[in-house]
């Protein structure tokens, strides 16, 4: 797995990656850049982002969405009704990754934005 | 997404449609470059449009913001660009992966768990023996933090067994032999051949 899929590995992207980017190739992002050179310099800068200590920084935004889910699993114990549980984890995981990415505080940012109207950054 | 109880802005939809749309153009790739430059002809809207459009907007938030100091992706990555490291587009590249595609194998994952947590009470009977054992030794607290369930192995187990037998992601992410050819398996691959590893099967 490691000689196919490592890193310095001598087998490159199949086409098929293709598909999965922008239909521009110059706007591959890193899951779909073919170039192994492009893909390792786009590795490089966002290392960092990644490390271990980094995403153990994280945990306290884990933490928030964890009290969340079972808050709201509560509330459907409390009335009696079934979970459609392949939703809710996605909006879980959704909730997590918007967490520590953008900062998902839903209503509130939506709000700011209407105030401030403003386009482009 | 749990406070509203539902899909924001159509983005999980968005996401969904995509990965439908490229796992089918992944078969005939060459035709994906032709489909954009079909649709930037004809000014139509980007596949990824709601997505793209939450992501400006929090960046834009982000920016105009003086108080802000959030440890998270968007701080980290203007700190990176004061730093001559990464550029605008960067930002929004980055942005962007996380949202497409960071909460689809999770949740598919998650899923599988309480599937098969729900389907064998004796392996939820076994997890929360381990829990109160380890809480009434003082070695978890409340909540269990991370550094905590990597040392709780039936916990670890049951996630190592789950991703064994159902693998989120069920493409097989081929890869191109190189020139030589090479032995994968105990099964000699020819050079230019494609090969990748099929995870569910």
Known sequence: MQRVYGHGTKFLKDSWYRAYGHPDDAQADIFSVMDERRHAANRRKVASLFSMTTLVSYEPFVDACNTTLVSKLGEFAARGESVPIPAWMQYYAFDVIGEITVCDFYPLSMSLFLLTNRTGF | ?201
């Not at chain 2, 032709?34 to 649709?39: D, E, F, P, S, Y």
């Not at chain 2, 032995?183 to 230019?192: K, T």
């Open chain 2, 1 to 201: 997404m749990m406070r509203t109880g539902g899909d924001i802005e159509g983005i999980l939809h968005t996401i969904h449609k995509n990965l439908e749309y490229s796992s089918r153009m992944s078969l005939f790739n060459e035709l994906h470059a032709w489909v954009g430059l079909i649709n930037h002809t004809l000014g139509l809207r980007s596949a990824f449009e709601n997505v793209n459009a939450y992501v400006l907007r929090h960046l834009t938030e982000r920016r105009n913001s003086t108080t802000s100091s959030r440890p998270d992706f968007i701080q980290k990555l203007f700190e990176l660009q004061k730093g001559g490291k990464v550029d605008n587009s960067d930002i929004f590249n980055i942005i962007n992966a996380n949202i497409a595609a960071g909460s689809d194998t999770t949740g598919l994952t998650l899923s599988a768990v309480i599937y098969y947590l729900a389907h064998d009470p004796r392996i939820v009977q076994k997890l929360r023996e381990e829990i109160d054992t380890l809480s009434s030794e003082g070695k978890v607290s409340d909540p269990i933090t991370f550094a905590e369930a990597q040392q709780m192995s039936y916990l670890q187990a049951i996630i190592k067994e789950t991703l064994r037998v159902h693998p989120a992601v069920g493409l097989p992410l081929p890869r191109v032999v190189p020139p030589e050819g090479a032995e994968l398996a105990g099964y000699f691959f020819p050079g230019g051949v494609s090969a990748g590893s099929f995870a569910p099967g």
